[in-house]
């Protein structure tokens, strides 16, 4: 196989696991509401977000990652200053909201 094929099945596997990986967000940013904001949970979700702002993008997801790390940005502001809820829920919603294209336009 040359490095374009290797490439091309890497993706491939890499985007077959977008579902699990909003279902991931999904349950972290739940868990962050229903705890009321708590440090552990955001945590959690920073650690989540760390980890697909990187990979999204290695794999060419641009745009996705782009929003990740806007939201890994803002539960950093929030982790240090407070008062971004409003901002990080609706980055979330862009987020999973994108997820849902990438689903979708792979699957035309």
Known sequence: MDSNTDLEKL???YY??????KDQLEEAFRLILQNDWDKKSLITLKLLTHKLSGSTGLYGFTKLS?????MEKAIDRFKSRGGEKE??????????????????AREL
């Open 16 to 21: 077959a696991s977008f579902p699990k990986k």
């Open 66 to 70: 782009d929003l990740i790390q806007s």
């Open 11 to 13: 993706t491939a596997e």
């Open 87 to 104: 901002a990080i829920s609706k980055i979330f919603s862009e987020v999973i909201a994108q997820f849902d294209h990438e689903i979708v």
